[in-house]
C-alpha cells in the first residue's frame, strides 16, 4: 500500500488505462472465440448432408457420361466420364470403411463397398465397348444401371436420416448461440461497469486533491493571503505542489511585509526630500538674487567696446566684443540646440580671446564642408575640446601650437576632427577619457567647467548611441579627436579653408 501511494499521477492513469485495456480486450477475445466455435460447429452440422449431396451428383453424372459413350462413343463422353470417375474416387476416401454400430457409419461403408462394384463394372462396360462387344456392353450396362440404383438409394436414405438429426442439432445451437451471446454481453457490460466505477474512483482521488487546491488558490487571487494550501499525502505530484505553492505563499507575506515597510521608509525619505528641495530652492532664490544681471553685463561690456572704439583702441574694442559674444553665448545656448555653423563661430570668438592673451601663439585652420554647416548639434561641444587641446598639449609644448578641425561626411556619419601638434595622449590615458574615468581632469585649469566627460555623455544622449566620440594620439605627434554625428541633411556642396 505505501509503494502503490508513491506512484505519480502518471504511472496511476497509466496502470489505469492498462488494467482497463487489458481486461476489456480478454473478454472480447473470449466472447469472440466462444462464438466462432459455435459459428464453427453450425456450419459443420450440415456438412455430411453437402458431402452425400455430392456424392449423389457425382455418380449421377458418371451414369450419364457413361451412358451417352456406350451410346455413341463419343471421345467427350469418355473424358467426362473418367474425370467424374476421378472426383468420385476422391469424395470415396472421406466415407467410412470400418464395421460399426453405428446405422450412419455403416450405411457409408455400404455406399463405398458398391461404389468401388459400380465403378469397376462402369470400367468393364467401357473395355466392352472398345471391344465392340454389343452383347457383353447391355448386361454390362444394365448391371452398372442396378448397382447404380442401389448407391442412389442408399445415398438417400442416410442423407434424409442424417438431415433429421443435424436440423435438431441445428436448432440446439441456435439456442445455445444465443445464450452465448446473451451472456457474453452481459458479462462485457459488467466488466465495463466494473472498469468505469473503478476508473471515476480512481481519479476522484487524483482530482479531489486538485480541487482543494484550485479552491484554495481561488481565495487567495481574491485577496486573502492568509489561506494555506491544504496538504493531501498522496506521495504523488499534487502533494509536492500543495507545498511548495505554501513555500511560495509564504513567501509573498514576507515580500508583501517587506514591500510595506519600504513604502514607509520612502514615505518617509519623500518628505525629507521634499523638505531638502524646498531647502535647496531657497537657497539658489538667495543665490539668484546675489548674482550680477547677464544683461548689465553684456550692456557694460559692450559700453566698453564702445567707447575703446571711441578713443581708437581698435584691438581692445575687438577682444572686448569677442568676450561679449562669447558670454552671450554662454549664457543664451546652453540648453538649446545649435547649428554646427553658430558652434564654430563660438570656436572663433575663443581663439581669438585666447590669441589675445597668448601673444598669437596658437595657430588655428580650418577645413569645412558646408553642406553641414547647418546641421543641428548640442551647444557648447566644439569649445571644451578646444580648450583641452590648449591646456594639454599645446601650452606644455616650446614653440608654435596648431589647432586643425576639419569636418566632412560620408554615407553614415558627420565627421569633425580636432587636432593639435601638442605633447600628444598616451593610450591609456585615451582608453579612459573614451571610458568616462579621466575627463574631468583633462578639463585643465582656466576652464570653463565643462570635461570631456560632459560632452561625451551630452552626444552619446542627443544622438542615442555610443559610438560618437574618438580621441587618439597621432602618430606624427599631437592629439585628435574625432566626433561622429549622424547625418540629417545636405545644405550646400563648397569646402573652405581658413587660417586664424
Not at 476508473?199 to 481574491?222: D, G, V, Y
Not at 565627421?415 to 585643465?444: F, Q, W, Y
Not at 592629439?479 to 550646400?492: C, N, Y
Amino acid at each position: 500500500m505505501r509503494e502503490a501511494q508513491q506512484k505519480s499521477i502518471r504511472v496511476r492513469l497509466v496502470e489505469i488505462f492498462v488494467i482497463v485495456s487489458v481486461t476489456v480486450f480478454a473478454i472480447v477475445i473470449f466472447i469472440y472465440y466462444n462464438l466462432n466455435r459455435t459459428i464453427r460447429e453450425m456450419d459443420t452440422v450440415y456438412n455430411s448432408n453437402i458431402q452425400f449431396n455430392e456424392l449423389s451428383s457425382n455418380v449421377t453424372h458418371i451414369q450419364d457420361s457413361l451412358y451417352q459413350y456406350l451410346n455413341t462413343k463419343s471421345s467427350d463422353a469418355l473424358e467426362d466420364y473418367y474425370r467424374y470417375t476421378q472426383d468420385y474416387q476422391g469424395l470415396l476416401e472421406d466415407l467410412n470403411r470400418e464395421t460399426a454400430s453405428d446405422s450412419t457409419l455403416l450405411a457409408e461403408k455400404n455406399i463405398y463397398n458398391l461404389s468401388v462394384t459400380y465403378l469397376d463394372r462402369a470400367d468393364n462396360a467401357v473395355e466392352k465397348k472398345r471391344g465392340r462387344d454389343a452383347q457383353g456392353v447391355r448386361e454390362a450396362y444394365e448391371e452398372t444401371a442396378e448397382i447404380y440404383s442401389f448407391i442412389r438409394a442408399n445415398i438417400n436414405s442416410v442423407n434424409t436420416t442424417t438431415f433429421v438429426s443435424n436440423a435438431r442439432s441445428y436448432s440446439t445451437l441456435r439456442v445455445v448461440l444465443s445464450y452465448t451471446t446473451a451472456f457474453s454481453i452481459c458479462v462485457l457490460f459488467a466488466i465495463m461497469a466494473v472498469a468505469v466505477g473503478w476508473i471515476i474512483m480512481m481519479t476522484r482521488s487524483i482530482t479531489r486533491p486538485l480541487i482543494e487546491l484550485a479552491n484554495a488558490a481561488t481565495e487567495i487571487a481574491q485577496g486573502n493571503m492568509e489561506v494555506d494550501f491544504p496538504i493531501v499525502e498522496t506521495g504523488d505530484e499534487v502533494t509536492a505542489v500543495a507545498k511548495a505553492c505554501n513555500k511560495m505563499i509564504g513567501s509573498i507575506r514576507n515580500y508583501i511585509e517587506e514591500t510595506r515597510r519600504n513604502y514607509e521608509r520612502e514615505n518617509e525619505l519623500a518628505a525629507n526630500e521634499l523638505r531638502m528641495k524646498n531647502d535647496l530652492k531657497e537657497a539658489q532664490l538667495k543665490y539668484l538674487q546675489a548674482q550680477i544681471n547677464p544683461h548689465f553685463l553684456f550692456n557694460s561690456l559692450n559700453a566698453g567696446a564702445q567707447l575703446a572704439m571711441m578713443e581708437g583702441a581698435e584691438k581692445a574694442c575687438m577682444f572686448i566684443q569677442n568676450m561679449a559674444d562669447f558670454f552671450r553665448y554662454n549664457v543664451r545656448k546652453m540648453e538649446k540646440d545649435v547649428t554646427l555653423q553658430e558652434e564654430l563661430q563660438l570656436v572663433d570668438n575663443y581663439l581669438y580671446i585666447l590669441n589675445v592673451r597668448f601673444a598669437g601663439d596658437i595657430h588655428f585652420s580650418r577645413k569645412i564642408d558646408s553642406r553641414f554647416l547647418q546641421v543641428s548639434m548640442p551647444s557648447m561641444i566644439l569649445q571644451p575640446i578646444i580648450e583641452n587641446a590648449v591646456n594639454h598639449g599645446i601650452r606644455e609644448m616650446e614653440g608654435e601650437g596648431r589647432i586643425r578641425l576639419s569636418v566632412w561626411g560620408d554615407d553614415e556619419n558627420i565627421c569633425i576632427a580636432i587636432e593639435d601638434n601638442g605633447v600628444g595622449i598616451d593610450p591609456e590615458t585615451a582608453r579612459k577619457v573614451m571610458r568616462g574615468e579621466s575627463a574631468h581632469s583633462l578639463s585643465g585649469r582656466d576652464s570653463e567647467g565643462i570635461g570631456l566627460d560632459n560632452v561625451i555623455n551630452r552626444l552619446r544622449s542627443y544622438y542615442g548611441r555610443q559610438h560618437v566620440f574618438e580621441i587618439r594620439q597621432r602618430e606624427e605627434g599631437g592629439t585628435a579627436v574625432t566626433l561622429f554625428i549622424p547625418r540629417e541633411g545636405r545644405s550646400g556642396s563648397d569646402d573652405t579653408d581658413t587660417d586664424l
